[in-house]
């Protein structure tokens, strides 16, 4: 019987823990997208970490004539069922760290990114083959619109590095 307890206990997710859609995208993908309308093909990895507290999404560029990489870490956010953010990118300053504020979808999960010129909206939704990844920006006094899109399909994380 105690060891029946001690299972359950272990295998229970911390009252602190990441929202477990988020999980979903643990593994490696191919990521082939555009941002500002131009190809942003990338590949991407996802992980636990921490007693699968905190999650993160690694992003790199395969385009040889745009580098980008960015590592998004994902926790607990505020209320149950919400998702926190911390967003580190290659343009570090100003406009590399951001804090983002979110919840689980019906489909996947939406967290908003403040920076200093927009608020970009990241949705995650579930797709026949992975993911499906869209940024949405919204600046002050304009319309919204697509900043990236990218298709997120399973690949092998064999050769795949990433700096974070």
């Not at 905190?54 to 385009?63: D, E, G, K, N």
């Not at 804090?99 to 990241?122: C, H």
């Not at 939704?125 to 304009?142: M, P, Q």
Request: glycine share 12%; net charge positive; with cysteine.
């Amino acid at each position: 019987m105690l060891s029946l307890l001690v299972l359950a206990a272990t295998a229970a997710p911390p009252p602190n823990a990441v929202p477990a859609v988020v999980g979903g995208l643990a593994g490696c993908w191919k990521a082939p997208g555009q941002v500002r309308g131009k190809d942003a093909t990338s590949v991407a990895r996802g992980s636990w970490h921490l007693g699968r507290r905190y999650f993160t999404l690694q992003l790199r560029s395969i385009v040889p004539k745009s580098p980008y990489e960015a590592a998004i870490v994902y926790g607990a956010g505020e209320k149950a069922g919400s998702v926190g953010s911390f967003w580190m990118d290659a343009f570090g300053g100003a406009y590399g760290p951001s804090l983002g504020a979110g919840a689980v979808t019906r489909d996947g999960f939406s967290l908003d990114y403040r920076f200093p010129d927009s608020v970009y909206t990241n949705r995650f939704a579930r797709s026949a083959k992975g993911w499906r990844w869209t940024i949405v920006e919204k600046a002050e006094g304009k319309a919204e619109k697509l900043f990236a899109r990218y298709e997120l399909t399973p690949a092998s994380c064999r050769g795949i590095g990433f700096d974070f």
